[in-house]
């Protein structure tokens, strides 16, 4: 078993962003361990942009893998199509973006294997008996080393925004197709196309100032006042996940992994611990100020002003300062 | 028809956490432990579906909520049991930390084999190790189609037969960036669920009340097998990204502070 093996995701014709860091990823750990890259992408009539777009970086191969049962993804269509290609490839490691679909089928796939993923890492380091994969533990609130311990190849997932994709190697790289076989018996489930709910009322993206709150607000009667707030600062209102779960704002005023990515001018966070799901969406904030509670929150890893107190206090003598000086 | 529910107990959301002397683990001693909330929500769902059977007619559904832990898992499983499971299985180990993924599903599977469930559900990830995949690599083990982030199941009727349990579901998931999905399957099957979809329920007295006639079996579980395949050398707190300017005085004091910023360096005042 030798190399690093890049599963990438296309979205539009194109590698998606995650998948360009993920490949960022896989070029690092390769020169670490001073072994091949290479990288798969599947589908079906996978478009030459994407190929062109691959083979134009530092990799040993690009595999190619077409099948009329991948046009559409099933996590039973992926599993077995790279369960023939990680045992053709035979690679070291296999290196996947941490998207929503890897998520389905990544764990599966690892375990034909008789492996476990190692999901979410941001960041890959020299270890002295072989690389360390960082990850996150407790919503945020530490860190961990992980190291593979058993035999058989190690599959890592690389959390958004954890790799610069602007780091990636240029070359150039032969491109191979591989031969997979699926019988539509194999496949399990039947997906619809997907969906939006309904017509976006809010934009979020294009909003330059953003005040966000979290579980710290406690209680839905206690909304006002953080959107008292953003009104003294003509921003919009936005929440972490567990708001808008419990229905007090809406789910497009979401921001994180499973909402929106924005970058304001300025990101104030209200009462949000800072899980990764949630930092993931906002960190690209030129400017984030935070108040919570706990002067430990992961939310302050990424604030430039942070404020450990009590938001009942800060946040209503915040809005009346800021009404008087716009007079 | 049988729905098994896998939940984890995890420390409490604001339990301040500390690192065990030898860097590899937490200090327990001192946490509170509750229910997993997105494992809160797949029973929400489970429940929400019996009642929805019942109404449609078929009796006997049966919720059986399974969780492996030490003894203090005991509670989480008692409060399922109050929110209206109607039994329980408790898989007692007392080295989770010591086990990877795959040995914690092989333990589910076993005793989920016991019970041939229709439907397997549990939250999409746990909040202390945020792994997100046992559910997959239990559905794997099991080899039963799977779907995650899940946020409705509504059974398929057999349209010429009504009567007949059905065999097929229809799930809608999560995508990225507000896209969702319908995912049509047999049963059995299992099931992540994202939070959100449904509304949680609170234990009533009654099911409280209830809760302590019904049963939960324990089992022991087998041994851990060693070595794991993939390992957490080391815990600790991350180091800061970035340099943050901690804003300290009154409430009044810290709101001025706040303003100037906003004025003369983020200038949107």
Same mark, same amino acid.
């Given at each position: ?5 890049? &599963?990438?995701?296309? /979205? ?73 290609? &990680? ?23 690892? @375990? ?17 008996? +072989?690389?360390?994969? &960082? /990850? ?24 958004? +925004? ?7 190697? $240029?070359?150039? $790289? ?15 489930? @039947?997906?619809?196309?997907?969906? /939006?709910? @309904? ?23 206690? =909304? ?10 003509? $921003? ?54 935070? =108040? ?6 992961? =939310? ?7 404020? $450990? ?19 | 028809?049988?729905?098994m529910v896998a939940v984890k107990q995890v420390?409490?959301? #604001? ?18 432990y509750?229910v997993n909330?997105?494992d ?17 007619? %078929? ?6 909520a399974v969780c492996a832990g030490p003894e203090r898992a005991a509670?989480t499983l008692? #409060? ?8 329980a299985i408790h898989i007692r180990a007392d080295d989770l930390a010591e086990r990877d993924t795959l040995a914690l599903a092989g333990l589910l599977a076993d005793a989920v ?9 549990t939250?999409?990830?746990s #909040?202390d190790l945020?792994?997100?995949?046992t559910?997959?690599v239990l ?6 189609? %799977? ?9 398929? %009727? ?18 990225? #960036? ?38 939960t079996r324990i089992i022991a579980a087998a041994?851990a097998?060693?070595?794991? *395949? ?12 970035? %340099? ?5 005085? *009154? ?19």
């Open positions: 078993m030798s190399g690093v093996l890049v &599963v990438v995701e296309q /979205r539009d014709g194109a590698v998606t962003r995650l998948s360009l860091e993920a490949l960022a990823a896989g070029q690092r750990l390769a020169k670490l361990l001073g072994i091949d890259c290479s990288a798969v992408a599947l589908g079906e009539g996978i478009a030459p942009v994407v190929l062109g777009e691959l083979s134009g970086n530092h990799l040993a191969k690009v595999l190619a893998v077409e099948h009329p049962l991948l046009r559409q993804y099933t996590a039973d269509g992926l599993v077995h199509a790279l369960e023939q290609v &990680v045992k053709h490839a035979a690679p070291a490691y296999v290196v996947f973006p941490h998207s929503y679909q890897v998520r389905d089928f990544a764990p599966a796939l690892a @375990t034909r294997f008789g492996q476990v993923l190692i999901p979410d890492v941001i960041a890959i380091l020299e270890g002295p008996g +072989g690389p360390i994969f &960082v /990850r996150q533990l407790f919503q945020g609130k530490l860190n961990a080393d992980y190291r593979k311990t058993g035999d058989g190849p190690c599959f890592v997932s690389v959390q958004a +925004g954890s790799f610069r994709m602007e780091a990636l190697e $240029a070359g150039t $790289a032969p491109v191979e197709a591989v031969a997979i076989e699926l019988t539509p018996e194999q496949i399990r489930t @039947t997906p619809s196309a997907p969906f /939006r709910e @309904t017509a976006q009322t809010v934009d979020l993206t294009s909003s330059p100032v953003i005040v966000s709150v979290g579980r710290g607000i406690r209680e839905q009667e206690n =909304i006002p006042l953080v959107q008292e707030l953003a009104d003294a600062l003509g $921003a919009e209102l936005a929440a972490s996940r567990p708001i808008c779960d419990a229905g007090w704002l809406p789910m497009e005023r979401q921001v994180g992994s499973s909402g929106e990515t924005v970058s304001p001018k300025l990101y104030l966070a209200v009462g949000i611990s800072g899980a990764i799901q949630h930092l993931v969406g906002m960190r690209g904030s030129k400017t984030v100020i935070a =108040i919570n509670k706990d002067e430990n929150a992961p =939310i302050f890893e990424v604030a430039d002003y942070g404020v $450990a107190g009590d938001l009942f206090e800060i946040v209503p003598a915040l809005t009346k300062a800021i009404l008087a000086a716009k007079g | 028809m049988k729905i420390p409490e959301r #604001d339990a301040q956490i500390v690192v065990r002397a030898d860097g590899r683990w937490i200090d327990e001693s001192d946490l509170s509750i909330e997105p809160a929500y797949a029973l929400e769902e489970a429940l929400q579906l019996k009642e929805a059977l019942h109404q449609a007619g %078929h009796a006997g559904i049966e919720v059986i509670s008692r #409060d399922a049991l109050a929110k209206g499971a109607d039994r084999r016991a019970e041939s469930p229709d439907l397997i559900l939250g999409l990830q #909040d945020g792994m997100g995949q559910g997959v559905a794997e083990l099991l080899q039963i189609p %799977h779907a995650t982030l899940v946020l409705r199941v509504r059974v398929l %009727h057999d349209e010429a037969n009504p009567a007949v349990l059905p065999k097929r579901i229809e799930v809608k998931r999560e995508l990225e #960036d507000g896209w969702f999905q319908q995912i049509e399957m047999p049963l059995p099957a299992l099931l992540t669920i994202q939070s959100g979809g449904n509304k949680l329920r609170y234990a009533t007295l009654m099911g409280i009340k209830k809760a302590k006639s019904k049963e041994a097998i060693v070595p794991t *395949t993939i390992a957490p050398e080391r815990v600790y707190l991350p180091e800061k990204q970035k %340099h943050t300017e901690m804003l300290k005085g *009154t409430a009044a004091e810290i709101a001025a502070q706040i303003v100037d910023k906003l004025k003369f360096e983020v200038r949107v005042l």
